[in-house]
């Protein structure tokens, strides 16, 4: 077994004392002639000098990074978000509920007078073929009405609105409110109806057109029904917040109206109100025509088949009694 018992030679004695010459004689060129104790001393001295002098620096260069950057990065976030408030508030979508005439009440009315071989068809129908009744009335040029969620003696039409906001900053819906336009008698001149046979509503929002400023009111059918939505409720839009969406519908009650939404919302900036159309053209409602040429009511009998009653044929007393009304 062998082993190497060799140690590397030391440095010679007079190595430390030419570094520090060279260090002193670069840097202190006018103290060689000083004694060794000193020449280390100015040496500590110059290193601390050397250290301090970086250190300084480097705070120097990171206090004007800070001092230098902060107004710029507010001025970028300044402008960012003026750039997010002077954009689009939110979107409003309107589209179409998905209606299943098997389960929801609806009446026709028509611009012109059913043909005696339409009345006929329309007639062939069983209670059971709502669907294709529903189908035939709108290729006979009718158009739908709808029955509201609550209320007696009143027609509505219903949509869907979905609200969306794409800014960083949050904003509120605070109120929803329905400016009606005009109203006016409908000209339809022939009505085909389909009362409720009893049922429930949904939750959202009514206007009453009937009032002089309609507000949103809560269309769910129980003990909160007809109470301004927005006197407990807002909707939050914009900061990542989900889309809101309302059932909306509209009642009117003798005359047809067309009305427009105005939706009242809160930002950093303030109140404002962005108006609300249906493609660019008001909303309608429709009502029943008070006096129609031709009104057909039809009902659910015994064993499937339907029951159609001729309202006009029928005086006032026979036609409460036959529900005509």
Request: net charge negative.
């Amino acid at each position: 077994m062998s082993t190497d018992s060799s140690v590397p030679p030391e440095a010679p004695a007079g190595d430390d004392q030419k570094l520090i010459t060279i260090l002193v004689d670069h840097y202190a060129p006018d103290s060689r002639d000083l004694p060794k104790k000193k020449r280390l001393l100015l040496l500590g001295v110059l290193v601390g000098i050397a250290i301090v002098t970086l250190l300084t620096t480097l705070l120097v260069e990171n206090y004007s990074n800070l001092l230098f950057s902060g107004p710029t990065v507010r001025r970028e976030d300044e402008v960012q978000k003026k750039l997010d408030l002077e954009g689009e508030p939110f979107t409003a979508q309107v589209t179409e509920p998905v209606f299943d005439p098997t389960v929801t009440p609806f009446d026709f009315v028509f611009d012109h007078l059913l043909t005696p071989a339409q009345e006929r068809r329309m007639q062939e129908f069983s209670a059971e073929e709502v669907d294709e009744l529903w189908d035939y009335l709108f290729s006979i040029g009718g158009r739908m009405v709808e029955y509201p969620t609550s209320g007696v003696g009143t027609h509505s039409s219903g949509f869907n609105l979905h609200l969306q906001s794409d800014r960083q900053a949050p904003l509120t819906l605070t109120d929803l409110r329905a400016r009606v336009l005009s109203c006016a008698p409908s000209k339809a001149i022939a009505v085909v109806r389909v009362p409720p046979q009893g049922g429930g509503g949904y939750i959202g929002v009514f206007f009453n057109l009937a009032e002089h400023k309609p507000v949103a009111r809560i269309s769910e059918p129980t003990e909160k029904y007809g109470k301004p939505f927005f006197r407990d409720n807002v909707i939050n839009l914009g900061n990542g917040e989900n889309s809101g969406n309302l059932r909306i519908e509209s009642i009117v009650e003798s005359e047809s109206c067309d009305w427009e939404i105005e939706l009242e919302y809160a930002d950093s900036l303030g109140i404002h109100v962005k108006t609300l159309k249906n493609k660019n053209l008001p909303f309608r409602t429709e009502a029943l025509p008070s006096n129609p040429r031709q009104y057909w009511t039809v009902y659910p009998s015994i064993g499937g088949g339907a029951k159609w009653i001729n309202c006009i044929d029928k005086d006032e007393t026979s036609r409460r009694k036959s529900r005509c009304e």
